[in-house]
């Protein structure tokens, strides 16, 4: 029997695990490519779609959000089914993926996030970014995550855009916060937030500082905060000054913290404090509670490849402090049966082919994209080369892999495998349905949207909306033509 797949008798059949950008990016890769018919099943573990540009992207910045329809129109596409609220560990197995796909790209992006490793770390009020960025954009997982908001004074570690944008939430005024498409409960608690001063606190110079310019001016420009940049901290050592010569985006930087060094305090009710080449190390508590941060001052000296590193330098300040917030970065969390690389916290893989270990061989049928492949940076665009990137080797690998058999190809197998598992997968079109009904909630409070933010909220508000509009289409997915 002719078992050649990608033909239209027999597509090419890819799984992709994650609807955020890097997996919808791959997928429009899939189908923009003329060599093989395919047919793309997209799994997501919450059941709404986009990923980080639902639950990452700050709730000021919907402009970016509106990407989403770029993957709107991929996932019309009739190759393409979606399956949300399905959870790969957890309701279908790696391998159950792997026998019932020809591939199977993981685009799970990194949910996780790094630790500082310094004592008092796992003291109450202190909290990753991760997950504050999650708990204020509705993320089912983060929901109930609480954060003492009572606290005037707030410590933001690392001085990356996600620094930024944590700073930035909590400087904003209720008003503005309440125009936008954040959590109803975020909306409430930070009505009631007593922050007034917020400390960034960077190990390297302002040089190294990670950020991107737009969201280091958009910073000064807030209504309610000032931002307190020390005119000293800006000058800078032999390396970082040439350095900064080659590059545009740090000169750009360094120039908005020179204008925000000059403006000063302008009596803003709230204020952002940056404090360059400083690194914690040890939050200090008082009866279990935060109290405040020791910090090395440190100095900056080139590696012999040319990266600018912090050493400490052994004098050490005290800011006192209610709450500290770690923005220093994501990892990857592992899947059961698909390999980790547990000291870089990602899938370790060659150019987007998946290896059994880090330095190991390649695993056939198996590929990753996005954070989950060469970690977390770059922005939502960087995902579409990298998942294109990692397409082009599955498609040079096709004659190569192992075909799934005849039965577990239909595109009906894997739906009854979650059918007899009880699995309440979400299609497209329910999605869009749930889309629809957040936009109206947020119509009657002007506001792009009001999220659910539990995953039984959403079927729930699913199951009332079909009792109310019977008969409606069933759902069943669409099936690839
Ligand atoms: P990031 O840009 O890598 O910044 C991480 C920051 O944490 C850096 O300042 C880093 O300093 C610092 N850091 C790391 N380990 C540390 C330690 N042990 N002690 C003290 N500081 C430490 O990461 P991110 O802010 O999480 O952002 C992730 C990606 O998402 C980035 O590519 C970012 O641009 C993107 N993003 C974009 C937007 C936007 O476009 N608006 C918004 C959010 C996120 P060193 O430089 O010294 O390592």
């Known amino acids: 029997m002719d078992t050649a797949i990608g033909t239209s008798s027999r597509p090419l059949r890819v799984a992709i695990v994650g609807a955020g950008p890097s997996g919808f990016y791959a997928a429009g890769a899939l189908l923009q490519q003329k060599e093989y018919q395919v047919s793309v099943d997209i799994f997501e573990r919450l059941p709404a779609p986009y990923g980080l540009v639902r639950y990452g992207v700050a709730p000021d910045h919907q402009k970016i959000k509106s990407v989403t329809k770029v993957y709107d129109r991929t996932i019309q596409d009739p190759r393409v089914r979606y ?13 159950e993926l792997q026998l019932h796909y020809d591939a199977v790209i993981y685009a799970v992006g990194a949910l996780a996030d790094r630790r500082l490793g310094i004592p008092g770390e796992e003291m109450e009020n202190v909290h990753s970014a991760t997950e504050f960025v999650a708990w204020y954009n509705g993320h089912p997982d983060f929901t109930d995550r609480e954060f003492d908001l009572g606290q005037e004074v707030v410590a933001v570690v690392g001085v990356g855009n996600v620094a930024m944008d944590v700073a930035r939430i909590l400087a904003r005024s209720v008003e503005e916060l309440a125009t936008t498409d954040i959590a109803d409960y975020a909306l409430e608690a930070l009505r009631h937030s007593r922050v007034r001063a917020i400390h960034i606190i960077a190990r390297r110079g302002p040089a190294q500082a990670k950020f991107t310019n737009p969201e280091i001016k958009e ?181 190569h892999l192992t075909p799934a058999s005849v039965d577990r190809a239909d595109p009906q197998a894997v739906v009854a495998l979650l ?63």
Do not use: C
């Open 83 to 95: 399956f949300g609220n399905v959870e790969v560990g957890r309701d279908l197995s790696a391998q």
């Open 219 to 399: 910073l000064g420009e807030l209504s309610t905060a000032d931002v307190i940049v020390k005119p000293e901290d800006l000058e800078l050592d032999p390396a970082s000054a040439e350095a900064v010569a080659q590059d545009a985006t740090a000169a750009r930087n360094l120039e908005t913290l020179r204008q925000l060094a000059q403006r000063g305090p302008t009596g803003k009710p709230r204020q952002i404090h940056f404090h360059f080449l400083r690194s914690p190390k040890e939050i200090l508590g008082q009866d279990g509670r935060v109290a405040s941060l020791r910090l090395e001052v440190n100095e900056l000296r080139p590696t012999e490849s040319g990266y600018i590193q912090a050493h400490g330098t052994g004098r050490f300040e005290t800011l006192d402090v209610g709450l500290v917030m770690r923005a220093i970065g994501y990892r990857s969390v592992p899947i059961p049966g698909v390999p980790f690389d547990e000291r870089r916290g990602r899938i370790p893989n060659d150019r987007g082919r998946v290896l059994d270990g880090p330095q190991g061989q390649v695993v056939s049928g198996l590929y990753v994209v996005g954070w989950a492949k060469r970690g977390p940076t770059g922005v939502i665009g960087t995902n579409k080369p990298d998942a294109v990137e990692t397409v082009q080797l599955l498609l040079e690998d096709v004659p």
């Open 419 to 481: 059918e007899e598992r009880g699995v309440r997968f979400i299609t497209y079109q329910e999605w869009k349905i749930i889309d629809q009904l957040e936009i109206e909630r947020g119509k009657a409070q002007g506001r792009p949207r009001v999220k659910f933010t539990r995953v039984e909220e959403m079927i729930q508000a699913l199951e009332a909306h079909r009792r109310q509009e019977a008969p409606v289409e069933a759902p069943t997915p669409v099936q690839p033509g």
